[in-house]
């Protein structure tokens, strides 16, 4: 098992920004390829971005590209996600998630463990 712990959500107004952190415990974080996703109310979890075990491989949604950064430190067992310019259309619940494939996925399906995720407001 691997245990995901969210942190650094809360309220911004627009142009902010924030920087979510992904605690992670149990097996070797460093082989997962680690994700973010987000749900906004009444909608479906959507992907935001992604990261390779080894931080060399990246992706993000179209909806956040230059704007949001993932990155990760395998020695302190955490990924970031670094987020600019917010939007109101950013908030929602950010989950943080791993996965065992060795190549950046995108689907939900495709990650094993998830967090409990952090609640993201942008006020307008």
């Known amino acids: 098992q691997l245990q995901l712990v969210e942190s650094g959500g809360g309220l911004v107004q627009t142009g902010g920004s924030l920087r979510l952190s992904c605690a992670a415990s149990?097996?070797?974080?460093?082989?997962?390829?680690m994700g973010w996703f987000r749900q906004a109310p009444g909608k479906g979890r959507e992907f935001v971005a992604a990261?390779?075990?080894?931080?060399?491989?990246?992706k993000y949604a179209d909806s956040v590209e230059g704007r949001f950064t993932i990155s990760r430190d395998n020695g302190k067992n955490t990924v970031y996600l670094q987020m600019n310019s917010l939007k109101p259309e950013d908030t929602a619940v950010y989950y943080c998630?791993?996965?065992?494939?060795?190549?950046?996925?995108?689907?939900?399906?495709?990650?094993?463990?998830w967090g409990q995720g952090t609640q993201v407001t942008v006020s307008s």
């Open positions: 990261l390779s075990w080894s931080g060399g491989n990246t």
């Open positions: 149990g097996r070797t974080f460093s082989s997962y390829t």
């Open positions: 998630a791993a996965s065992r494939y060795s190549i950046v996925v995108v689907s939900t399906q495709a990650y094993d463990y």
